[in-house]
């Protein structure tokens, strides 16, 4: 067991401060972009709020009115005023409409001229036909009310036009409880995906490029201890590296989502990255044997951020595109994601979606499987050559 | 015999490292592999440690055949390389401990090896140093004491004596002069002419990876046709006093230039007294006078001289 | 002596393969891979008719014939069974249950379900706005004003936005090629490098050689800038040609942008190759981290925080080089050019100058006390 110490040994002389840099850094990534909380799935309907910027040149009681209608019905962001902020906002999608009250609308308005509202917005999108059949129910209402002869005042058909727009339909909100509700830590450990990627990966290959450090090598070659002996050793430090590894973060998990974890879904959830923690182990083994030291930390970013991108740890795999999904199979991380995915929505476990989520589970180990068979070829090939 | 190699061939796609070598080794040598950078010392070392595959011949290590999976030769080998190969995470005792570990299984016997080897090369005073803080020197040391601290059989050294301090290196050459009276057969290869006479009980001399000579000192020495060498600081020479000591008998050959007179004796034979007596007699003053034997140096160089003529 | 130092610079970083690898092969990698996860993204954004189901359609034909008439759903008639499971299934947004009220059950407060909501406010709505009409003015039922009255008229004009426009997936695009600009800048601390002898034999060599520094340096600074805005640029036309990324046309801004980000990261790589006491290797790592941490902040893992930055630390967002190259580009696809784009070239020059100033100002002065 002497190369099994000696693993330690290095790791705790050697590579301690890179490996807690790696987590420190990892762990900010999954807070940073951590969808604070998981809310109490509301099963009380409320209108959503499109995000907007309401600016009213025509001074008058009607576009006033007009203006704390929409200020009602949606979420005004007051500190956003000129046109280059506009414009800016809606870019990143910070708003999702400016309506620009131009001058003389009410008296265009009222006057049958049919003006048109300035509207800066994401063309054709479901915020925009959400916006526009609100503002011109207003619009409408009150119109039909002016030419109506209806003989009310300015104040009356406000107030008219309020009373009537005040009335709602009852929604409903369907309560499943056969469906989950665990978002927030679904995104930490969809995300966690790259961590351990990332993580294990440099961190194994790196103690074994000390390892296989050609002179060192060499007089380990000569001595009577089998080849066998040191690989085995050599993988069971790197067992046990992944296994702290994925205790930590489990325990990372367990103190931001303290309840989620404790549920039959945490539970699950830890399970599913131990299944994805043996391919990262097996994987950061394999590239341990086959890349020089040099290109090891181009390989291990390539490899941890392409499947974290196309696996769908970054982006939501219901939004990656139909052909980039096609590709994604073959990526370990997706079967990854997918398992967390579904555990994610279902509320109640039944045996039918436990055998689905094991059955990802599986599809995991058998990648890690293949990685580590891989392995193995490639260090009895090394065996038998020249060293 | 310790190692037999018997027709080894080894090419590295069009160039031949090492062309039909033969080697026999004898328990108790010091044996020396002595050529230029590039002759195949090494490539030769790694073939018959099973490091590297060769093409051609058989290699018998305790007359038995050289595998890589030879475990059962391998325990008894300790082998100190080129390179310095030692664990910068760890310290001195432990890269001893570690090494010994892959041999001696047994914790209290282990220790002692250990506690010995680092005695041996002198360490003692830098057991928990990490080997960034040793000099070149120490380090060679520390490379040492992982290669034999099992006490080993057959030990090989390639050219373990490449930038080090004269002390270390006095040091490092006691202490394979006492493995070796302790019973370990060695194989020493080096560029160092001097080191390997000095050490060597009997040597090879390898060129273009063939065996160009072997033997003892004395009996390379005795291959080439040069004498002893006279050197004699003549203030004036007569061209006829010249001709007369040229005709002195065991003289080889004499020159005459810029003050400097060099008298070289034929083979084995000695000429200092008779050329002494001339130059007395002569009354020729003179003002410094040495003389030198024949190196291993000379050897070489007449050697492979004599193969390029060829 | 300048041609010649000039040409061995070049072949020496041409032939370096890790250079490639970092500054022309990363970023069309990571590209790549951007293209390939973000292609769908904003697919939410294009609205689809909403796929309803009714349930007791028979109680109230009107209702459902002006549902149909809206346009925007593609409807069913379903039983309320099939319509639960339809829409636990997701196959539906929602479905509606017409009886003496009509209500709707949907899955969440979307905004499709808020559509829904507002389709059925609407026509109570309605009604209730006729009758209130009615009672205030009984006449109108004889004229034709209700019955040709246009509930529905769009009073939102047209648009100023163009969808193409506002594809804010190229802000990560334009990271990309701000992070292989500023790679540039360790090649401008290996410059410093070699003309140092504290830190380089190599340095050491030039230094008592005859060839005046300032040349070396101007020569190897010159080479590095070169290859840098070459790598810019076969980032930019992989972007361009094989992303189909969009910059908007005007190419020849993107090309000065590109030349003077690639002159200010290596000028900053000469500044802290000056600066920074200690050996190269380190000297990179500050480069690629303050690179990192720069294209951090103008977006590139997550756009919101350029937004952020730019709204609650706008002075960050004018010292950060990352930024000023991905907000430059920005200015040229969203605002054509302009005093936007302007000021974000100035600033990249006057950095440039001000690095490129220090470090000339710091090697003049250096003498070593130990090498």
Redesign the interface.
């Known amino acids: 067991m002497h190369t099994f110490k000696l693993y330690f040994k290095i790791i705790s002389r050697g590579l301690i401060w890179s490996f807690l840099m790696y987590f420190g850094i990892f762990s900010l990534?999954a807070v940073?972009?951590n969808n604070t909380g998981d809310r109490e799935k509301?099963y009380e309907?409320?209108?959503?709020k499109?995000d907007t910027v309401v600016i009213n040149y025509d001074d008058s009681k009607f576009s006033d009115s007009f203006e704390e209608y929409i200020t009602d019905q949606s979420s005004v962001k007051n500190d956003i005023k000129s046109e280059?902020e506009i414009?800016?906002?809606?870019?990143?999608?910070?708003i999702q409409m400016a309506v620009i009250i131009p001058e003389n609308f009410s008296e265009d308005?009222l006057n049958g001229k049919?003006?048109?509202?300035?509207?800066?917005?994401?063309?054709?999108?479901?915020?925009?036909?959400?916006?526009?059949?609100?503002?011109?129910?207003y619009?409408?209402?009150y119109?039909?009310?002016y030419?109506?002869?209806?003989?009310?005042s300015e104040d009356e058909i406000i107030s008219?036009v309020k009373a009537?727009?005040s009335?709602?339909?009852?929604?409903?909100?369907?309560n499943?409880s056969?469906?989950g509700n665990l978002s927030g830590i679904n995104f930490f450990f969809n995300f966690s995906a790259y961590v351990f990627l990332a993580m294990l990966i440099l961190s194994i290959s790196s103690i074994m490029a000390i390892f296989n450090e050609l002179n060192l090598r060499r007089r380990c070659i000569c001595s009577p201890t089998k080849e066998i002996r040191f690989s085995t050793e050599y993988f069971m430090g790197n067992l046990v590296i992944s296994l702290a590894v994925w205790f930590l973060f489990s325990v990372y998990a367990f103190i931001l989502y303290p309840e989620q974890m404790l549920s039959q879904g945490g539970l699950l959830y830890a399970l599913n990255s131990l299944a994805f923690v043996m391919i990262a182990l097996s994987l950061g083994f394999l590239l341990g044997n086959v890349c020089s030291p040099?290109i090891i930390s181009?390989i291990s970013?390539?490899i941890s951020?392409?499947c974290a991108?196309?696996g769908g740890s970054?982006?939501p795999q219901e939004?990656?595109?139909?052909?980039?999904l096609k590709?994604a199979r073959v990526i370990p991380s997706y079967w990854f994601v997918r398992a967390n995915n579904t555990i994610a929505e279902t509320g109640v476990f039944t045996s039918g979606a436990l055998k689905e989520i094991f059955g990802y589970m599986g599809i995991q180990l058998c990648f890690a499987a293949a990685f580590l068979a891989a392995a193995l070829v490639i260090i009895k090939r090394k065996r038998t050559a020249s060293v | 015999m310790v190692i037999q190699i018997e027709n080894l061939v080894k090419r590295y796609s069009d160039l031949v490292a090492i062309d039909h070598l033969n080697l026999e080794i004898k328990e108790g040598e010091i044996f020396g592999l002595l050529g230029p950078n590039g002759s195949g010392k090494t490539t030769t070392i790694n073939c018959i440690l099973s490091l590297l595959q060769y093409d051609k011949g058989t290699i018998k290590i305790f007359g038995k055949d050289m595998t890589p999976h030879s475990y059962d030769i391998k325990k008894d080998i300790g082998i100190v390389m080129q390179n310095v190969a030692v664990f910068d995470e760890l310290t001195v005792y432990e890269n001893i401990d570690y090494f010994c570990s892959l041999y001696i299984k047994d914790r209290a016997e282990r220790k002692k090896c250990v506690e010995e080897a680092i005695r041996f090369v002198g360490l003692e005073d830098f057991r928990k140093f990490v080997p960034k803080k040793l000099s070149g020197g120490l380090l060679r040391r520390l490379n040492i004491a992982c290669g034999v601290a099992h006490k080993p059989k057959l030990i090989i050294l390639d050219e373990p004596t490449v930038a080090v301090d004269p002390q270390s290196r006095n040091n490092i050459l006691e202490g394979i002069k006492n493995l070796n009276k302790n019973g370990a057969t060695i194989i020493y290869t080096s560029h160092y002419m001097e080191e390997v006479e000095q050490l060597c009980t009997r040597i090879a001399i390898i060129d273009k990876g063939r065996v160009i000579a072997q033997g003892t000192t004395d009996e390379l020495k005795s291959m080439i046709s040069q004498g002893e060498k006279v050197v004699v600081e003549v203030y004036y020479l007569e061209d006829e006093d010249l001709e007369k000591i040229r005709e002195l008998p065991n003289v080889e050959s004499a020159e005459f230039e810029n003050n400097i007179l060099t008298v070289r004796g034929k083979k084995e034979k000695t000429n200092l007294s008779d050329l002494l007596s001339f130059i007395n007699y002569k009354k020729i003053s003179y003002g410094k006078i040495y003389s030198e034997l024949p190196t291993l140096n000379d050897v070489f160089l007449e050697i492979t001289g004599k193969e390029l003529r060829d | 002596m300048f041609f010649s130092m000039f040409k061995y610079s070049f072949k020496r970083l041409l032939r370096n393969k890790?250079i490639a690898?970092?500054l022309i092969f990363?970023p069309i990698?990571?590209a790549t891979?951007?293209h390939?996860?973000?292609?769908?993204?904003l697919?939410?954004?294009?609205?689809n008719d909403i796929d309803i189901a009714i349930v007791n359609a028979g109680n109230n034909e009107e209702f459902v014939d002006v549902l149909k008439d809206t346009g925007?759903y593609n409807i069913s008639e379903q039983s309320l069974d099939e319509a639960?499971k339809m829409?636990?299934d997701k196959e539906i947004t929602g479905y509606i249950t017409v009886g003496d009220?009509?209500?709707?059950?949907?899955?969440?407060?979307?905004?499709?379900?808020?559509?829904?909501?507002?389709?059925?406010?609407?026509?109570?709505?309605?009604s209730?706005?006729?009758t209130?009409?009615i009672t205030?003015?009984p006449q109108?039922v004889q004229s034709d004003?209700?019955t040709e009255?246009?509930?529905?008229?769009?009073?939102?004009?047209?648009?100023?936005?163009?969808?193409n426009n506002?594809n804010?997936v190229v802000i990560y695009f334009y990271t990309v090629i701000a992070m292989a600009a500023l790679c540039g800048g360790s090649r401008g601390a290996e410059d410093i490098s070699g003309i140092q002898a504290d830190q380089s034999d190599v340095g050491a060599r030039t230094a008592v050689s005859p060839a005046k520094k300032s040349v070396m340096f101007f020569a190897s600074v010159c080479a590095s800038i070169t290859t840098t805005f070459i790598s810019v640029l076969l980032v930019v036309f992989y972007l361009m040609f094989a992303l189909k990324v969009e910059f908007g046309n005007l190419f020849g801004y993107i090309v000065l942008l590109c030349f003077i980000s690639s002159v200010t990261s290596v000028f900053l790589g000469t500044m802290i190759g000056v600066l920074v006491k200690k050996k190269l290797p380190f000297k990179i790592g500050l480069v690629i981290a303050i690179t990192m941490v720069g294209c951090f902040f103008s977006g590139m893992?997550?756009?919101?925080i350029?937004?952020l930055v730019?709204e609650k630390a706008p002075l960050l967002a004018y010292i950060n080089p990352a930024n000023l190259i991905t907000d430059g580009l920005?200015s040229l696809y969203?605002?054509g050019v302009g005093e936007?784009y302007y000021i974000n070239i100035a600033i990249l020059s006057a950095m440039a100058v001000i690095f490129s100033i220090v470090t000339i100002l710091v090697i003049r002065r250096q003498k070593y006390a130990h090498l």
């Open positions: 990534f940073v972009f509301s309907f409320s209108l959503y499109c280059e414009k800016d906002a809606l870019f990143f999608r910070q308005f049919n003006p048109e509202l300035k509207v800066e917005a994401i063309p054709d999108s479901p915020s925009t036909h959400l916006m526009s059949l609100m503002m011109n129910s619009l409408n209402t119109k039909l009310y030419d109506g002869n209806s003989g009310f008219h009537d727009l009335k709602e339909s009852e929604m409903n909100i369907l499943d056969s469906k040099k181009p970013t390539i951020l392409g991108f196309l970054f982006v939004l990656l595109g139909e052909n980039v590709i | 890790v690898f970092w990363w990698i990571l891979l951007f390939l996860a973000f292609s769908n993204i697919s939410d954004e294009q609205f925007i639960k829409l636990i009220e009509i209500t709707a059950t949907v899955n969440q407060s979307g905004i499709n379900e808020s559509i829904i909501k507002m389709t059925l406010d609407k026509y109570e709505q309605v209730n706005s006729y209130a009409l205030a003015n109108i004003f209700l009255f246009d509930f529905s008229h769009d009073y939102i004009g047209s648009q100023t936005q163009n969808k506002l804010l893992m997550a756009i919101d350029k937004y730019q920005y969203y605002y936007r």
